[in-house]
Nanobody, 116 residues
Framework: QVQLVESGGGLVQPGGSLRLSCAAS????????MSWYRQAPGKQRELVAT????????NYPDSVKGRFTISRDNAKNTVYLQMNMLKPEDTAVYYC?????????WGQGTQVTVSS
């Protein structure tokens, strides 16, 4: 049974930091590129970070570039999202995604709220 379980969300003040984790099981984690998405109320889900299978390459949209860092530990079947200099507009539910060819898996999401 495939599972992606996110954790690490919460309430943080503007300018603060959070580190999200996504623990994977039920598939060969090291063969899947991994991504983080987010969805704010009333908005479409958007991609915020992608990492290749080895972790050698990452990609970010301009909205988070320089503030967010995606990484992975294939020995622990876990992908991370380090979020620094958080802004109120980063408030959303953050989802972990594994996608390769026709297979795609999602986690249940973790809420991140940036507010003073």
């Amino acid at each position: 049974q495939v599972q992606l379980v996110e954790s690490g969300g919460g309430l943080v003040q503007p300018g603060g930091s959070l580190r999200l984790s996504c623990a994977a099981s039920g598939f060969t984690f090291s063969t899947y590129p991994m991504s983080w998405y987010r969805q704010a109320p009333g908005k479409q889900r958007e991609l915020v970070a992608t990492i290749t299978t080895s972790g050698s390459s990452t990609n970010y949209p301009d909205s988070v570039k320089g503030r967010f860092t995606i990484s992975r530990d294939n020995a622990k079947n876990t992908v991370y999202l380090q979020m620094n200099m958080l802004k109120p507009e980063d408030t959303a539910v953050y989802y972990c995604n594994a996608k390769r060819l026709a297979s795609a898996y999602w986690g249940q999401g973790t809420q991140v709220t940036v507010s003073s």
